[in-house]
Structures are given as C-alpha cells and as structure tokens.
C-alpha cells in the first residue's frame, strides 16, 4: 500500500514532492478554529495499518503544536508506522543552558515530539541540517531520531552557481569543521572570518583567514535569521579580495525584512537556500535560488 503523507498547511508543497517522490498518496486534513481560538484537526484519510508521512518544521510553538496533535490523531487513527519529516528543527538556538534558570527550548520541544504515541511499528523523525549536532541525543523513549544532511543539494547548487573554480567561505570560525568537509567534497579551499559578539543580534567580524586575488567566495552557512552575520562576513570576504560573492544556507528563517536587508547591500551575485523552512515560500519571485529537500528524505522513507 503506498505511504500516506499528510502535511502542516506551511509545508503542503514539500510534501507534494515527497507523494511524487516516494510515490504516495496525499492525506486529507481537515481544519477549523473555535471563537475561542481553539484548533480544530481531523484527519479525513484512511490511516489503519498505513505507513504515514507527516511533514512540518517547528517554526514556532503552533507549528510545533500541530505537529503533535497531528502526530497523536495519526497514530491513534491505526498507523503502521510514522515517519516524521522535520526540515526544519526551530529552537536549535537554545539547545543548552547558558546561565542558571535558562530554559533549554531544543530538549523541550524534542520531548514534546517524543510523547506522541508509538505507532505499531514505531515512530522515527528525520531532521535536516541540525545547527547543533547534539539535538537528536534530547529525543526519548522510542521514537528514532535521524540528522539527515543536504550536503548533496548544497554541492550541487554551489557547482550550479559557481562552476568549479571558487573559495567555500564561512560565516563563523566556529563551523569550520563542516565548511572544511564540504569544501573536501567540493574540491575546492576553505576561508574563515573570525567574529565577536557585540550582543544577542549583533556580531562583528576581526579577522578573515586567508588573502584573496578576486576569486569567487561561495559564503555557506547553516541558517540565514537576521542577515547580519552573512553581511558581515561578505564584506569581509570583499575587503580581502573576493570577487563574485555567492551564498547558499540550508535554512532561510528570514524574518521580515531581512532579505531586504541583504538585497539592499548589492554585495551577492546570487543567493541560494532550501524549501526547508516555510519562509522560503515565494523567495524565488524575489529572485533568489530555492531548492527542494525532498529527494533527501526518500531513501528514510518505508516503501
């Protein structure tokens, strides 16, 4: 029996992907609001004995909370087994406690998900691209979490945009480890800006890591948020000689005005992100890359 994909309103063409993809079927939900402002979920489909796909990111706590009551209807409704398709696990920020009291929000809402019932064969969550590896370590009891990585779909952008000639930048030192990895993948150097933070929104940067004769700078980073990071780091690049500047993330949260923002600054010849997040939505009217995940999940998924 093909596998049932049901999906958050926000993530309905990622998963129209998937049905092709993975030769689904598409679940039917049904959707109300009491005056109170109370939700109101159905779940239409057929479930008994289904393999069921449920795609959405935890964009934020309603998004994260329809998630699990979609998750529990499923379940309770006789599934299989229930594949959770996270692309985008929000909250990453605050996957630690800092200081005393701190609420640590990724181990949270990694327990919220963790509670659904278990489905006959089990439950599993896919989460792409995780900005801290730890996260998956937060789940419990016997869901099964797994950090899917878009490397392939950020190689084959950056070879799309930049052809095979160019210098792999980060935004932050501190994911040097991964920029390094990828720039191996790519065959290509890696370059490094050195930044401080001057607030809980601000950074600047002190250093760049090596000297550039116009080379082309492919700047990849894991989530693009405010922008500034990302501007920072490219007029770094362009300051020590960078020529075409190109950037690529996993994840575009971009909150309003943000890309505007970056567009303001004319320093891009192109920027690329993922269908991962729900504000990726209508970026390519706006003249920027976007590219699916969904052939990611594929190979995850019961068929």
Not at 107 to 136: C, F, M
Not at 149 to 171: C, H, N, Q
Not at 214 to 242: C, F, K, P, Q
């Amino acid at each position: 029996m093909k596998p049932l994909v049901v999906a958050l309103e926000q993530y309905e063409e990622l998963a129209s992907a998937l049905v092709s993809l993975a030769q689904g079927e598409p679940g039917i939900i049904e959707r109300d609001r009491f005056p109170d402002g109370e939700h109101y979920l159905r779940v239409i489909s057929e479930v008994n004995d289904r393999d069921v796909v449920l795609v959405g990111g935890t964009c934020d706590h309603d998004a994260t909370l329809e998630l699990y009551d979609l998750g529990c209807a499923l379940v309770e409704a006789g599934a299989a087994m229930l594949t959770i398709v996270c692309p985008y696990f929000g909250y990453s920020t605050m996957e630690r406690a800092v200081r005393q009291g701190e609420a640590v929000m990724a181990k949270n809402r990694a327990r919220i998900l963790s509670s659904i019932p278990r489905a006959k064969l089990g439950n599993q969550i896919l989460l792409l691209d995780l900005h801290s590896e730890g996260i998956p370590h937060y789940f419990e009891g016997t869901i099964r979490p797994f950090h899917v990585y878009a490397k392939p779909v950020i190689v084959a952008t950056a070879r799309e945009l930049a052809g095979d000639a160019f210098v792999l930048g980060s935004t932050d030192a501190g994911r040097a480890k991964w920029v390094e990895s990828l720039a191996n993948d790519l065959h290509v150097p890696a370059a490094f800006v050195f930044k401080r933070r001057v607030s809980g929104v601000e950074t600047e940067v002190t250093a760049v890591s090596t000297s550039l004769d116009g080379e082309t700078v492919v700047i990849y980073d894991d989530m693009i948020r405010t922008g500034g990071s990302l501007i920072n780091a490219a007029r770094a690049y362009r300051e020590a000689g960078a020529g075409k500047l190109i950037a690529i993330a996993t994840h575009a949260v971009l909150p309003e005005g943000a890309l505007d923002r970056i567009l303001a600054t004319k320093l891009f010849d192109a920027i690329a992100v993922t269908d991962s997040h729900r504000n990726a939505r209508g970026l390519a009217a706006r003249g920027v890359h976007v590219k699916s995940v969904a052939p990611l999940f594929v190979p995850f998924l019961r068929r």
